[in-house]
Each structure stands twice: as C-alpha cells, then as structure tokens.
C-alpha cells in the first residue's frame, strides 16, 4: 500500500478546520488509511492502491469535508476553454495523451513536495511504473508556444533534462541520466521516443523525463499537465483525477487543452472530466449490507462520500460518479462506500444459521491418524521450506523434472521439492550434533514434471539417522505404521536412484505401490554433507487414503 | 554394603581362592583368572573390605645366581676345566696347565679343587683325583636348579653357602602377599551371591525364585541416560485446533494445488491482469508452461467478459484485452483464495461452508517477520441470505472460539472483495493484532464462477497469528530447522497447544 506524507497544517487549511489528529486518525481510517503523526508538522498515512484521489492533501481534503458535512455531494469543477492546443501524431510506442492546464494554483514549498509525491504515487500505482501512464507537470508560463505536439522524435534530436543545464542529445538523456536508466527502455522504438514539442523546444520526454526549461516552482501558479500511456482510458482518467484534485484550490480554474489528432482531425477538449451514472437498487445495499439501513441514510451517505445523486425513486437511486473516482466499477462499489460512511464498526455483527455439517478432507483425516502413530514410534514432526536449494537435485529419480522456480529469493529456494525425504535429509544435516538417534518425520506437499505433465502430491517422509543402521530399523517402524493402519504391507526389491541398490524396497499394499523405503546412498548422504547412515521411508497420502477409504466402505 | 553382593568379578576370584588349599599368591590368580594383576589387586581390596578374605605377608629365602654363577653355568666352572685337561692329558706341571687356562684362571680352579680333594699338587705336577670328580657335577646341579627356580634341599645349602662365598650365587629375602580364603564365610558368600539379582526376569518371578534372592539394589537418586520423545510439531498443533474450530462451526475443509495457474489464483478472482500484486515482486513464476487450462470453456469465456466488459456482471470490468496466454502462466499461488475460487467453480449447493489451509508463496526477503512461504487460511460463505453483517458475524464467531473476544474492523481494499474489511483482535500483551482480510466476493467474482448467492470469505495468514498466540517472536522459528528446539518450545508452549 501506498504511504504519503501530509502536511498537517496545509491539510487543515484545505479542509477549512482545525483537526485534532486524533480526529484526523478516525477519519482516516473510514477512508481505509492508517496514519501516524511524524514530527507534529507531518503525517504519515497508508492509503489503498484502489484510491489515488487520496494520495495527495487536496484528495484528502475533499473527502474529509464530505465525512465532516462542511460540504457534501458532488464536487462541480470550475471550466473554462484553453488558448492552448496539442497536435496529436501516430506514436506507436505510447500513443495516448491528455493535456490539461490549470491556473491560479498555490503550491508554496510543502504543496509542491506534495504534487511531485503524488505524481510519484500515481506513476506506481496506476502508471505501472510508468509503463501505462506517466505524468508531466510545467510551468504554463514557461511553455515556450501555446501550440503543442505529440510525436515521435529522433534520439539525435536535443533537449535539456530536468535538472541538467546543458543540452544533451535524446540518446544521452535515456543513457546518462537517472531516470533515463530507470525508464528509457519504456517507450523507444526502432531509434526514435515520444516527446512533446512547443515552440521547436522539447518540453517532455515521456515517460522519462521533462525539460529543465519548464520546471514548476514552488510559486508557480499556472500548470500544463501532460499524461502519455498505453491505455487511453487510464491516461484520460488520470488527467481528469489530476485536474479535479487541484481544482480544490480556492480560486483555480482548469482550462480545457484543445487536442487535435493527426491525422483525422478528430478535435476534443481535455481534461473530460467525464462522470458516470451508476444505479443502485436499495433493497441490495440491505442485502448485501444484511442489515436494515434507512433510505435516507443511503442517500446521505453516498453523498457524505462525495457522490452526486441524479434520480431517486422508491426502490432506487442514480448516483453519479466523480471524475476522480476512478476505482467504482460496479453498484457492490457504492455498497461499500455506504457502509464505510456508515461506519464498520456500527453495522450489528449478525450470526447466521446456516445448516451445514463441517468435516476435514480426508487427507486432513489419515495425516493425523499417521502423526499419532509416528509420535508413537517416537518420531519427531518437523515442518521444512516446500522452496528448496540445489540439493533437490540428488533426489530426482528417473524421468522427472525438478519445476524451477524463475525469480526464486535466494539459491537456497529455488526449486519446488521433489519429494518430502529431500527436506528430512536437508533438516538432518543441520542436526548432526543431536542425539542419535534421531528420528524425524514430515507430511507436507511437493511437486516435479514428468513429461508434459506437473504431478502435485502430498506424502508423509520418516528419517532414521544413528551412528550404525540396519534396513530394518527403518523397516520395522514403517511396517508398525501400515499394520496399524490395518494394511497388509509388502516389500518389492526396488531401484531407487537416492537409495542403496540391494537396500531399497517399493512399500505395496494390495498390489498398489504406495511408497518407498531404504538405506540413503552414501553418495547422497557425503554429498549433502551427512556424517552418519540415514534410513528413509515415503508413503503417497493420496494413495494410502484412497486405499483406506476403500477399504472403509467395503468393511 | 551387603557382603553377600558380588560382582562377577568377585565371585570368579573368590572361587579360586577357595579352591587352593591354603594360601595363594597374586601371579598365581592371574594366571589362573587371566586377569591383569592391577585389577586382581583391586578386587582383592574390595573382598578384604567385606571380610572374605585374608592376606598375609610372607618372606622368603630367593636364591639367583650371579653375572659369575650364570657364566660358569654355560661355559663350565674354572675347576671344570681343570679336570678336564688333566682327564686328557694325564698329570701337567704347573707351568704347563697356566699356559693354558691363565694365571689366575688356575689360582680360582685349583682353589676349588683341592679344597673338595679333587686334585693333588704333588712337586711341581697337578694329579687328577678321579673319586671326587663328583663334587663338581653336585655344584654343577644346584645351580642349574636355582637358575630354573626348583626347590633347595636342606643337604645343598651348606654347598650354596660355598657357592655364595665364591661369588656364583646370591642369597636374598623376598616379600610375598598371600591370599587364604576365610572359611566357611567365603563359602557362604560364594553360594549366596549366585542368588543375588541385578534384574528381576520373568523366569524368576514364574518359578517363585525372587523369594530365594537378594535383589541388588540400584543408586536410585544417579540421572538416568536421555531419551526423546516423539512429538507433534508445534505449528502443526495449533493448525489443527484451528481446524477442529471451523469443523465444529459448519465448514468443511477442501484442498487444492500449491502449483498453480495465474487463471485460478487471479483472473478468476477479477485480479486485473496488469494488477501490481501479478508483478514479479509478489509472484514465484514455475519454469512451466501449461498446454491448456483446467477450466471449461465457458469459465474461460465467462472471465474474458467480465474482465474485458464486466459481461452480466453488472458491472463495466478492467477494459482493454483480456490475454489466455497471460492467465496460463504457473506460479506457486499466492493466496488461499485460489482454492476457494476452484471451489465455487464446482458448483456447491447453497448453504455452503468451505475452508482451505495449506502454503502459500510470495517473493518476501526472509527476515524475522517475513518468509517467502507461509501457511494461510481461507474460508467461504455462500447462502441466499448472507451478507457482509454475517460474514463479521462469522469471524466473530470463529475468534470467540479462538478465545479472542475483542475483534476490531476497518474498511480495506481487495480486488476480489466488495465492501472489504480487515480485523484487528487483541492479544495481549501485544494489544491489536491486524489477523484477517475479509469481504463479500464481488458480483464479477461470482458471475465468473457461476455462483448465484452472496457469498463471504475470509483469509489469514496463520504464521503471525500463531506467533501472536504462542508467544514466538521471529518467524523463522517456525520452520525452525533445530530439533533441539522444536523439542523445546513444544514443552514451553505445551499447556498453550492442548
């Protein structure tokens, strides 16, 4: 989850109250925020990724004075037509951009670490990271010409990056720069990159970087915004989040940019600010909600949380939806919204009767009927990494697989095991200083491929490790194991590749191998640096339980 | 001590001893009992101890021969060779017989032999006095006989003293320890301590022998060797209490693959595919490519719609193309949720209550509060009245039989859950523990699946709520690899397990 930090007193004054920040911390957390005061002039807050308008104090602010009633409903954005204007060219690689202008805007120097942080916000979170949407912010007034275009430049062509003073070739920018390295592989294409062009000047490199000759200023009060993407509803959506959020400023203005696309002519005005109209059915907020809510809380709610209403009848409501709303999708959305307004911790805590019967699965059933017996047989239970290391290596046996894992976190997980006697063998080796003997056991799941397919199985492993070991000593136990179970067990002759030849048996019952049993190879035990001799066993609980299973149905 | 308790040590010696009549030396009962004489020594001292025995010191008269007597012995004596030239020469002068044996080589011999009357000087020529050529073989004799150690006669001794005085043999006196046997006590300790016990056997109890016997007592308060239990893991205890909890309240427990499809773990549950959490960061990729979906066709068609235009859903979707090939991909899952999502897909009569528990992965750096797998649970709700006031109900209900009375909510985002909420519980002294994410499955969740009544879920991860209860304050001690420890805090956390 995104975390932002606010100034207090600047929230404040947006707002139009003084919240004290235990007020603040309340209301917060109707928003799905937790917050922490810093240092009495900041605060922390966590905000859900689902809502970008709070990532910045004027989102903030919107939404508390709803939950407060110092001003509910719609917010109404004040328009009006722009001088400028953007040409809009074929940009394969990012072919999509709004452009927006807002004037008499009032940053000072905390509202500009603000804007930039909220940038950063979105660029992560709705921009993924920045591969669908990116933002530009200027300085209106430093735009060298109101004309604009969107096109693709040569990476031989020049600008000046933010930050530099110096003109520097595009092909230098991607490769010198920060921001160059981080995101000029993002949109280059066949040797060229989008840019935005005024006045023969570059003014932006999207996604990458804007010129130093635009630079905003802490008291800049007029602003181009530029959102380039892949996704053409996300980069429209955007701007309009943007502008609406900043039109909170008292006495802003958002100028509508006109775009023309080339080479179609097609002519719109940004930002949209396109609203939605949802309808809701009352009686599913009661139903979904489960509890009796009056109507006209509904309405007030929805309004508290800053939504407009178009059409109200009986058993239903139009609700319009604001522009920076980007995350309602469906009427279940306002559902919450309504009960977030209402309060969690109000809505009754009902205990439904419902007639069901519990029950565990029956793999559930026979791990604990083995777990008692092995306790038993005085085996310990351990519990290792299904992520295992190298090691896995030692224990494919004839055409399998070992599945990889791509981006595993460290060497030591990189593969899924391929058996649990892997993992018992793996937790001996750290446990040759113990007692002998020592004996282990472990139920759990693993996985390899054979041929095309993956096989995804759960079993029960038990390790014997002592100074001097017979095959019997493993033998004996997991026998007692099977008789109790009342399986009548039989031993084949087996090759396993982990196992001594001559000292490995299949484990049968009723003609149905179900495991493994036998003295661990010395190549293996030296291998993995085991000192002692090591007896293992393996039974297929999907196997075994289908067979007991049978077996008690038939009887 | 008991002087009847013998060890088998003890009772060999002590048979031996009786057995020689009268006393009997240590060299003897080594090399009877073959064993060494430091160990005989000992258990000398323990039957003296428990009055069997008797030692008794005696000196004796040692008769060796010296580095002269040991010489004459092997090379003859000097009057020997005496004789022996005058038995082939017949009479020799004096001059004649010291050019062949030395000056004082004859001094010695002819010292010797006139004194027994072996030979006569008669002028200047040496005669051989046949008759007493005896007197040499007897001298010879003794010392061949105290060279082997065989008896002295009374009768050799005064020739011994003769023997001594020329410096062929030396007289000593020797200590000797001699063991004799203390009669009838030994006897008896011998005849008891074969009906002494170490263990009680069934042979003895079933013939009535124990009545007869003397059962060797044991040094009750020494510290008895080591053993180990067999014991359940710890975690797994508290697993399956949670289980038993949601068994009793209705659910039943289902399972699915830990290797999973992208398709199960997210575009069914509505995760849109380009969804931070479907990045790198938060999935494992498998090296694995599928070759078709386990889903049916019209699943897979169904999750094209809602994605791409909410289908009848009702809702408006995430836009764009939704992509098979991306939904195709293996990871290990990542939630539980991926379960419960192949669950309602199989179509379960309403009312319905399911629960999942088993592993799930995220790429996390492993640190004392995070792993990159880790147990989680998921549980689901589905009836034609449920509602999210039921579903905080049901959590509720599940805490209390945790024993945790005190639940908090607070409004929360997830991309499959609609209004969503995450849980707070007290645990002391930890204060609000945040456990559960939960909400009612959004309306496109159940249109992909098919499902049509509401239905709840919630989730958990059971690692940290396992800490927070049994009191284990890093992670990674739950998968501790020590069984040494898993030994111990199974004992320290016992009475908080059963």
Same mark, same amino acid.
């Given at each position: ?555 | ?108 011999? *002819? ?61 000593? *006196? ?10 009838? *006590? ?259 969740? *159940? ?52």
């Amino acid at each position: 989850m995104p975390v932002i930090y606010l100034n207090i007193e600047r929230l404040n004054n947006l707002v139009g109250e003084k919240l004290t920040y235990e007020k603040l911390d309340n209301l917060l957390f109707s928003l799905k925020s937790e917050s922490k005061v810093l240092d009495g002039s900041r605060v922390e807050v966590e905000v859900n990724s689902d809502r970008p308008d709070l990532f910045v104090s004027e989102g903030m602010a919107r939404a508390l004075k709803g939950l407060l009633e110092i001003e509910e409903g719609l917010f109404q954005p004040k328009t009006k037509e722009s001088e400028y204007s953007a040409r809009i060219f074929e940009v394969l690689s990012r072919p999509y951009i709004a452009v927006g202008v807002l004037k008499g805007i009032e940053l000072g120097e905390e509202g500009l670490k603000e804007l930039i942080q909220f940038q950063e916000k979105l660029h992560i979170t709705v921009g993924r990271k920045r591969k669908k949407v990116a933002i530009g912010i200027h300085d209106l007034r430093k735009i060298p010409d109101k004309k604009l275009e969107y096109t693709m430049i040569s990476l031989d062509m020049e600008m000046i990056p933010l930050g530099s003073k110096t003109k520097m070739k595009i092909k230098d920018v991607l490769k010198e720069t920060e921001q160059g390295r981080s995101y000029g592989e993002i949109s280059v294409l066949g040797g060229a990159h989008p840019a935005i062009i005024s006045g023969g000047e570059i003014i932006s490199l999207p996604p990458v970087i804007n010129s130093e000759i635009t630079r905003v200023e802490p008291d800049s009060r007029e602003l181009l915004i530029d959102v380039t993407g892949t996704d053409r509803d996300s980069v429209i959506k955007t701007l309009d989040l943007i502008c609406s959020l900043l039109n909170e400023h008292k006495n802003s203005i958002i100028e509508k940019v006109k775009i023309i696309e080339q080479p179609t002519e097609v002519i719109r005005q940004d930002p949209p600010l396109a609203r939605s109209e949802v309808s809701l059915q009352k009686n599913y907020v009661k139903k979904i909600l489960g509890f009796d809510i009056r109507n006209e809380d509904i309405v007030h709610h929805l309004l508290r949380m800053r939504f407009g209403i178009s059409k109200e009848k009986d058993d239903s409501l139009d609700a319009i939806i604001p522009e920076y709303r980007v995350d309602i999708m469906h009427p279940i959305d306002l559902v919450e919204e309504i009960a977030m307004a209402y309060g969690y911790n109000r809505i009754p805590v009902k205990i439904l009767s419902l007639k069901t019967e519990g029950s565990l699965d029956h793999l559930s059933t026979i791990s604990r009927a083995i777990r008692l017996l092995l306790i038993g047989l005085a085996f310990q239970e351990i519990q290792s990494f299904v992520m295992m290391g190298t090691h896995a290596e030692l224990f494919r046996t004839g055409n399998q697989k070992l599945l990889k894992i791509k981006n595993p976190v460290s060497e030591e997980m990189g593969w899924v095991r391929p058996n649990l006697a892997s993992s018992l063998l793996t937790f001996l080796i750290e446990n040759q200083h113990a007692e002998l003997p020592l004996k282990i056991f472990e139920i759990g799941d693993y996985a390899y491929q054979i041929g095309e397919k993956i096989t995804q199985k759960k079993s029960v492993a038990l390790a014997i490790m002592k100074d001097e070991l017979s095959f019997e000593e493993i033998q004996a136990p997991l026998y007692s194991l099977l008789s109790s179970l009342g399986l009548e067990v039989k031993f084949r002759r087996d090759s396993i590749s982990y196992l001594l030849e001559g000292r490995a048996a299949k484990v049968i019952v009723n003609d149905i191998p179900i495991g493994i049993v036998g003295e661990v190879h010395p190549y293996v035990l030296t291998s993995m640096g085991i000192k002692y001799p090591v007896g293992i066993a393996e039974l297929d609980l999907d196997t075994l339980s289908n067979i007991i299973a049978r077996k008690q149905s038939s009887s | 001590m008991d002087k009847f308790q013998l060890s088998d040590n003890e009772k060999k010696l002590l048979s031996v001893i009786i057995s020689v009549p009268g006393d009997v030396g240590i060299d003897y009962l080594s090399k009877i009992t073959g064993l060494p004489e430091s160990t005989i020594n000992a258990i000398i001292e323990l039957l003296k101890s428990k009055g069997l025995v008797r030692e008794e010191i005696s000196y004796k008269i040692v008769y060796t021969l010296t580095e002269e007597g040991k010489k004459a012995l092997s090379e003859g004596l000097p009057e020997e060779k005496l004789t022996s030239l005058l038995l082939v020469h017949g009479p020799l002068s004096l001059s004649a017989v010291e050019a062949k044996l030395g000056k004082k080589e004859l001094q010695i011999a *002819l010292g010797a032999a006139r004194k027994r009357g072996i030979v006569e000087i008669k002028g200047d020529t040496i005669v051989l006095n046949k008759e007493k050529l005896e007197e040499i073989s007897s001298d010879r004799e003794i010392l061949k006989i105290i060279n082997e150690g065989g008896s002295i006669t009374l009768d050799m001794e005064k020739k011994i003293e003769v023997l001594i005085r020329r410096g062929l043999v030396k007289k000593e *006196l020797k200590k000797e320890r001699r063991i004799r046997a203390e009669l009838p *006590l030994a006897k008896l300790a011998l005849e008891r301590s074969s009906e002494v016990l170490v263990k009680l056997t069934s042979y003895i109890l079933t013939t009535g022998n124990w009545r007869n016997t003397i059962i060797k007592e044991y040094n009750v308060e020494a510290l008895p060797p080591k053993i180990n239990p067999g014991l359940p893991h710890f975690y797994i205890l508290f697993i399956e209490r949670i289980k038993d909890i949601l068994k009793s309240l209705g659910f039943t427990e289902v399972s699915g693959p830990i290797v999973e499809s992208e398709f199960w773990n997210f575009d069914v549950l509505f995760q849109a595919q380009d969804h931070p959490s479907r990045e790198i960061h938060d999935t494992f990729w498998v090296d694995y490519y599928l070759k078709s979906l386990d889903a049916s066709e019209e699943i897979i068609e169904r999750t094209r719609t809602v994605h791409e235009t909410g289908g009848k859903s009702g809702g408006r979707g995430w836009g764009g193309f939704w992509k098979l090939e991306n939904a195709m991909r293996t990871i290990l899952r990542t939630q539980m949720t991926s379960v419960s999502a192949r669950t309602l897909a199989s179509n379960p009569k309403p009312p319905f209550k399911f629960f999942a528990i088993g592993k799930v992965f995220r790429p996390d750096l492993i640190d004392s509060r995070h792993l990159p797998e880790f147990y989680q649970l998921d549980a689901i709700i589905g009836d034609e009245n449920m509602s999210f006031s039921g579903l905080l109900g049901a959590i509720t209900e599940f805490f209390e039989k945790m024993g945790l009375k005190e639940v908090r909510f607070k409004p929360a985002y997830f991309p499959f859950t609609e209004p969503s909420v995450e849980g707070y519980v007290k645990i002391e002294p930890l204060g609000w523990v945040e456990v559960f994410g939960a909400g009612m499955f959004r309306p496109e969740v *159940l249109e992909i699946v098919g499902t049509n009544v509401p239905v709840g879920a919630w989730g958990m991860g059971l690692d940290r709520l396992a800490m927070a209860l049994l009191g284990i304050d890093d992670i990674r001690k739950l998968y501790s690899k020590d069984v040494n420890y898993l030994r111990r805090v199974f004992s320290e956390k016992l009475f908080k397990l059963i």
